[in-house]
């Protein structure tokens, strides 16, 4: 005769079944959000940080020719104090006017291979979404039919017959 299956709880199925509903619907939200970033992004680096670059170019850039046009004034009036203050400041000018125009070109790179650099990234996301989408709905579903099926075993399977209580009489030694 095949051995009985013992079921201690058929409950800990409907939690674990549950507890992965909670699951795939807080994944789906954080792959969504995760999508949501990743627009986010190519939005502020193709176009916020773009025009930010080259409007900070284009305002040191002034602040550079101001700062020349203030050494050459300064040349002219042969003041030695002031043509140290406005070499440094040109000095300073033109560090800013070169930063600006580094980040400028870090900015375009980044225009250029964000997508290069991110899709790779979103596919192994998809395989995620695909076992969300796919798979784990077949596990819930399998998981609620074991579930029943282990219910109606538990409920046509005969109660165990209980042993007699132990008489008095024969638990005492003579």
Same mark, same amino acid.
């Given at each position: 005769?095949?051995?009985?299956?013992?079921?201690?709880?058929? /409950?800990?199925?409907?939690?674990?079944?549950?507890?992965?509903?909670?699951?795939? #619907?807080?994944?789906?939200? #954080?792959?969504?959000?995760?999508?949501?970033?990743?627009?986010?992004?190519?939005?502020?680096?193709? $176009? /916020?940080?773009?025009?930010?670059? =080259?409007?900070?170019?284009?305002?040191?850039?002034?602040?550079?020719?101001?700062?020349?046009?203030?050494?050459?004034?300064? &040349?002219?009036?042969?003041?030695?104090?002031?043509?140290?203050? =406005? =070499? $440094?400041?040109?000095? &300073?000018?033109?560090?800013?006017?070169?930063?600006?125009?580094?980040?400028?070109?870090?900015? &375009?790179?980044?225009?250029? $291979?964000?997508? #290069?650099?991110? /899709?790779?990234?979103?596919?192994?996301?998809?395989?995620?979404?695909?076992?969300? /989408? #796919?798979?784990?709905?077949?596990?819930?579903?399998?998981?609620?039919?074991?579930?029943?099926?282990?219910?109606?075993?538990?409920?046509?399977?005969?109660?165990?017959?209980?042993?007699?209580?132990?008489?008095?009489?024969? $638990?005492?030694?003579?």
């Amino acid at each position: 005769m095949a051995e009985q299956a013992k079921v201690t709880s058929v /409950d800990a199925l409907e939690s674990f079944r549950s507890s992965l509903i909670v699951f795939v #619907h807080t994944a789906h939200q #954080h792959l969504d959000g995760v999508g949501d970033d990743v627009r986010r992004m190519r939005n502020w680096v193709q $176009n /916020d940080q773009r025009m930010h670059w =080259q409007g900070e170019l284009r305002r040191r850039s002034r602040v550079l020719d101001l700062a020349e046009q203030e050494l050459f004034s300064a &040349k002219l009036s042969g003041l030695r104090d002031n043509l140290v203050a =406005q =070499q $440094n400041a040109v000095r &300073k000018a033109k560090a800013a006017v070169e930063e600006a125009e580094e980040k400028l070109r870090a900015v &375009k790179h980044w225009t250029r $291979n964000f997508d #290069h650099e991110a /899709d790779p990234l979103l596919k192994r996301l998809e395989g995620l979404r695909l076992l969300l /989408d #796919h798979d784990l709905p077949k596990a819930i579903s399998y998981l609620l039919q074991a579930q029943k099926t282990l219910e109606g075993y538990t409920e046509s399977a005969p109660l165990p017959a209980k042993a007699p209580p132990a008489s008095p009489e024969m $638990n005492s030694e003579p």
